[in-house]
């Protein structure tokens, strides 16, 4: 399976985007699949998650309310919604693919080692 993501940009403060995510490759099944964003300096950390039925959702503080994930229904394809955009919000956004077999029916999971396939990056800048 291969991720390529899409969508980033410049927007400004208080603007939205929306990041999209497309998975190729041996896609019949519906993983869980999630966003994450690294700013400079600091680590990649959670955005969003989604099940693999697109059924439950998780998300960090900090994008709560303002961002939504969601998938399109029967594919491994994700959208995040980004609105109310912050100077904060810039970062390389990824999106991340658990392919195991075994968790396709568990819950979003947020921590990075819980996915192994990832997509390249594409950048958001949030002007002031």
């Known amino acids: 399976v291969q991720l390529q993501a899409s969508g980033g940009g410049l927007v400004q403060d208080g603007g939205s985007l929306r990041l999209s995510c497309e998975a190729s490759?041996?896609?019949?099944?519906?993983?869980?699949m999630a966003w994450f964003r690294q700013a400079p300096g600091n680590e990649r950390m959670i955005v969003a998650a989604v099940s693999g039925r697109g059924t439950a959702t998780r998300y960090s503080e900090t994008v709560k309310g303002r961002f939504r994930i969601s998938r399109i229904n029967g594919q491994n394809s994700i959208y995040l919604q980004m609105n109310s955009l912050k100077p904060e919000d810039t970062a390389v956004y990824y999106c991340?693919?658990?392919?195991?077999?075994?968790?396709?029916?568990?819950?979003?999971?947020?921590?990075?080692?819980?996915?192994?396939?990832w997509g390249q990056g594409t950048l958001v800048t949030v002007s002031s």
């Open positions: 490759g041996s896609t019949f099944r519906r993983y869980r």
């Open positions: 991340a693919l658990d392919d195991r077999v075994a968790t396709t029916n568990n819950a979003p999971a947020t921590g990075e080692d819980e996915y192994n396939t």
